[in-house]
């Protein structure tokens, strides 16, 4: 176990450094940021000293050592916008879209696992239909848009809900259920194919043929097996969910990452916008991880080979 620990580790740093060195560039190759931070009307000497300020005039292997350098030690750099440091601003945010997050996987995963052992028990039946229906609904209809309906139908006709802010758990219902519903058909339709290729494994009709329940059959021996991809999809679709929070958090106005991304976006602020980046792929690549070691728990022949 402990070498299938640093194998995973040391893939995960490769990963890190990669997407690092990736976001670094991307943000450079949009264009001259120091032009972007002076604005319009701003003069020749206005952007130089700009540009020297913030050191982009040096070569991009030395800002990016830098940059990567203080990064290593928690220092993202400071604001151009809000004149305070990076660091200060997502952590004052990070909650929100972590919350937000995790009760929208907690949603999706609420939803789909039970649908989909269901769908696998009863293939082609009404309850299957259904599940389908909902998976090809929930890939068919835009996130803003099911958030803008939610709002119009739980805030606006039934005001059972707060359809903006983030005064208490009620105001991360909404945006949680429009959030996670996106993920819920992949992880549905995935644990409906694991739970029928696992129902006709051999290990399962033994089960069944030395007498025990099918509860526990079904829970125990199945479930348990079926549900190892939808361990490391639900990992994925958790990074998919805080990066894609940008639009959702927008729409309740939740003071999230995704809702600070986009301020900083409209005010050209890219050392906010690079250390989002940063902060987010790393969560991504730490949960991945996670769901990695999480299933050669479950599946010992995963540490094994």
Same mark, same amino acid.
């Given at each position: 176990?402990?070498?299938?620990? @640093?194998?995973?580790? !040391? %893939?995960?740093? &490769? /990963? *890190? ?9 991307? $943000? +450079? ?70 919350? @937000?997050?995790?009760? !929208? %996987?907690?949603? &999706? /995963? *609420? ?9 696998? $028990? +009863? ?75 696992? %129902? ?92 990695? %070691? ?12």
């Amino acid at each position: 176990m402990l070498g299938f620990l @640093l194998k995973r580790a !040391a %893939l995960a740093l &490769a /990963v *890190a450094v990669t997407v690092s060195i990736i976001s670094f560039l991307l $943000l +450079r190759a949009s264009g001259d940021i120091a032009v972007a931070v002076a604005g319009e009307g701003a003069t020749e000497a206005d952007i130089e000293a700009i540009r020297i300020q913030f050191g982009f005039d040096r070569p991009l292997i030395v800002q990016y050592f830098e940059w990567a350098g203080n990064a290593l030690t928690g220092d993202l750099g400071q604001s151009v916008y809000f004149r305070v440091p990076v660091v200060e601003l997502i952590g004052e945010r990070m909650p929100v879209t972590m919350g @937000l997050g995790a009760l !929208a %996987l907690v949603f &999706a /995963v *609420a939803l789909s696992i039970p649908l989909g052992v269901a769908a696998a $028990l +009863r293939p082609n039946s009404i309850i299957d239909r259904l599940s389908l229906w909902i998976a090809v609904l929930g890939q068919a209809m835009p996130s803003f848009w099911f958030a803008l309906l939610l709002m119009l139908v739980m805030g606006v006709w039934w005001r059972w809900l707060p359809i903006s802010g983030a005064g208490g758990f009620d105001h991360y219902i909404m945006p949680a259920i429009a959030l996670g519903y996106y993920a819920t058909p992949a992880i549905m339709r995935l644990t409906r194919a694991g739970m029928i290729e696992v %129902l006709e494994s051999d290990y399962i009709r033994t089960a069944h043929a030395k007498g025990l329940g099918t509860g526990k059959v079904l829970f125990k021996h199945a479930l348990r097996n079926a549900v190892i991809p939808v361990v490391s999809l639900a990992a994925v679709q958790f990074g998919f969910m805080l990066s894609g929070s940008i639009v959702i958090e927008s729409i309740f106005a939740l003071p999230g990452v995704g809702h600070l991304a986009w301020i900083s976006l409209q005010r050209s602020d890219f050392t906010v916008v690079q250390g989002i980046v940063l902060m987010l792929s790393v969560i991504y690549i730490l949960m991945a991880l996670v769901a990695d %070691l999480f299933n050669a728990w479950l599946d010992p022949r995963i540490r094994v080979a």
